[in-house]
Nanobody, 125 residues
Framework: QLQLVESGGGLVQPGGSLRLSCAASGFTLESYAIGWFRQAPGKERERVSCISVSGVTRYYADSVKGRFSISRDNAKNTVYLQMNSLKPEDTAVYYC??????????????????WGQGTQVTVSS
């Protein structure tokens, strides 16, 4: 069964940090670019970050640039999203998904597949 599984979410105070994990099952993650998206209540799913197959190219939404960092460990079949200096507006369910390459249209969730079930991130004092 092909699937991605997100973990690492939780409740954190503003200014805090979390590291999300996206683990692949049923396929080799190293053959795919992986994107992170998030969706807050009542809002559309939006892009957060994407990492290329090689790991050399990394894209970030302007809203998280300088605060979030994406990385991959192909030996562990896992992609990570390190989130620092968290803000209340970062509160959302975070999802990962795969694609052959990030591409210039990586902002479009419909270009990705094998979505995980998501992990909740809540930033609140």
């Amino acid at each position: 069964q092909l699937q991605l599984v997100e973990s690492g979410g939780g409740l954190v105070q503003p200014g805090g940090s979390l590291r999300l994990s996206c683990a692949a099952s049923g396929f080799t993650l190293e053959s795919y670019a992986i994107g992170w998206f998030r969706q807050a209540p009542g809002k559309e799913r939006e892009r957060v970050s994407c990492i290329s197959v090689s790991g050399v190219t990394r894209y970030y939404a302007d809203s998280v640039k300088g605060r979030f960092s994406i990385s991959r460990d192909n030996a562990k079949n896992t992609v990570y999203l390190q989130m620092n200096s968290l803000k209340p507006e970062d509160t959302a369910v975070y999802y990962c998904a795969r694609r052959v390459a990030c591409g210039l249209d990586w902002h479009d969730p419909s270009r990705f597949d094998s979505w995980g079930q998501g992990t909740q991130v809540t930033v609140s004092s």
